[in-house]
């Protein structure tokens, strides 16, 4: 079969993901490939993929000569390499903060034994491994040195990254930074939209690393909890709309469908007040005032596991619904993850892009690229540590606060502790 | 008991509901009571009312003479007096837009029936009608006055109210415009937030209305179905909770919880894609955004009936859980609606500020006013329109395409029947 692709990255295809892997670990082998190619398989279904992102320019390892102000990148990570798959399923299922199962410590385990070899499957197919540290770390390369030339008061400025399931780990993280003697720490969460699941769990973890341990003395610290509404994270994501909308036949362009796409949180934590679903909608409403409402465009959830209730609709149902009432061209845009990550180089391009899309006979669906390291993202990043370090209360009355149904007491003993530590110096 | 009041509007009360409902009595005899007032009841529990809401100036009739411009605010509407409660139950119950119900042309009108008595109560509680009419005249008084002076090529211009279940009822309110030979026509939903049920059922109607009739020559249609990101509704919503705050003692005010709540929709009209919830999100945030995140705030549920699961958190319970947490002070903010109402006037003054404030032993709860007639808002109306009028898109692609699960095929005829009345002209 001839299959037709819309870049310089032109080649053939005989059918199918076993092609695909083979093109995503070719894509993997390249030494410095442009950050940011589209490459485009076209089988009946046009699909786009950002397999570039795995390959992201590694950055120089950071080398700053006495920091003053230190810039906590937190996150959930990713395995790096197959081989750390079960211990990041196993950190996951055993973290109260994101899951809460009967019997966990023998639950958790089991679960993550039995999911081990499924998971390190889809890893191995986008290429061996999640890109998210390669991503954290440009960005926050790109970061510092705006920092640095913007800010000198605060320079030299040097980035932290603090994942919780996946290295490097937030203990290891915090005691690096105690060896710096830095002035200044802000821990900077790299959600947009806080859940209690991701950036509650991350802060849960900090605290419960220093509970028992002295807090390193001289540092200030602050907290940027949240940003969905920061107005260069909305223009990031219409620019990578635009740049998907531009590989439209212009006579159908008008017509396509924009799917932003999140991951879905059980109904019981919507129930409970997360904030999630309120900001992750905030961002989208930004990001289509952004482009002018130009298109039609939906809120999906996707990446739902387990039996029980999740907030919907899901993206893979949704793009069949679509399909049903005879839309045919789609963008899928993630919008409550930064970096290119399993769930937008597998389940969105893999599985419904490539997979779904040509099962339902869609005629063109793409993808938008993450932020990852679009220049109007990094400045967006800046200006949200620019103004927090000017002016920005150090820890936001939100934050402090429990959602109304909040049943976890760790989230009442952080928040009472995190209170204390931003008042300090 | 001697109860201590906070404005000029000082008067006693001996306890409780029975006293409150002589006093909302008396204010809404009055002649010219200033149009936003705050009457504050204390009796353990410190509760701020907007009775003056239901006593909005009335508007001269307006008298416009060869209207070039025709703005149809659109909303639900409500029972001007108690004998209307019936029809506007039964409209709604039978309103497939609205409501599905089994067998719902039975079963329809007999909840109607036996809803009614409760209903007229809670009427007769908040002054004997729904203020819904006397506000929307004074925004469209307010509204067309600006546009005459700021648009003078679209001028004259008059506003038509069209209401879902109460007079002026939507077909009534299309055949008198009809009579008035207008160049233009906005059809301009009050609902700053689209849902299916509220917005989406009022364009049902106006489509079922002409369904079977011709559409009068020589209309220029336009739609302007949602703002829920619109600045200055952020900065009108923004004032309001700025004035309540103002009436806290300095020392607790940072410990003010501000309860943003919205009406609840099923979570079955949630999984189907609407639109709503994530609308109603991008409000609270950029409302916060305004106020510079100077409180702890939460966007929680109000209103929920049946036995079928709504979205959640519900704004009783929120508060019941907020007070088991140890907090006491709050400002309760209705961020869907513009205008006072039953659901402001009765379900959150009387039931949740007044009866659970009390039953809960909270030290102060306040209600934000509605946008009303706020300069701030009218000016956001007026702006809306005249972007809308001069560069806006005549109808919106969002509009136009259905929730990924619709399987209203209402919707989709409606819609189709919309894109080829706007494209007229």
Known sequence: MKLGLDSSESHEFTSGKLSLIYHISWRYSCLCP????????VSGVQCTRHLSSAAAPQPAVQNVKDPKTGIVLINMGGPGTIDEVHDYLLKIMTDRDMIQLPVQSQLGPYIARRRTPEVQKKYSEIGGGSPILKWTKRQGELLCEKLDFLSPETAPHKYYVAFRYANPLTDVTLEEMEKDGLERAV????????????????????????????????????????????????????ERIRTELKEFPESIKKDVIIMFTAHSIPLKVVNRGDAYPSEVGATVQLVMKELGYCNPYSLVWQSKVGPLPWLGPFTDESLKGYVKQGKKNFILVPVAFVNEHIETLHELDIEYCHDLGKELGVENIRR??????????????????????????RISPKFLTRCPHCTNTRCEMSKSWFAQLCSQQ
């Open 34 to 41: 442009p950050p940011d190619t589209h490459v485009t398989v």
């Open 187 to 238: 821990l900077f969460s790299q959600y947009p939209q806080y859940c209690c699941s991701t950036t509650g769990s991350s802060f849960n973890a900090i605290y419960k690393y220093y509970k028992d341990r002295k807090v390193p003395p001289g540092i200030k610290w602050s907290i940027i909890d949240r940003w969905s509404t920061h107005p260069l994270l909305a223009k990031t994501i219409a």
């Open 368 to 393: 938008a690229a993450a932020p990852n390291d679009h220049p109007i993202f990094i400045d967006g990043l800046t200006d949200i540590v620019l103004n927090h370090l000017k002016s920005g209360p």
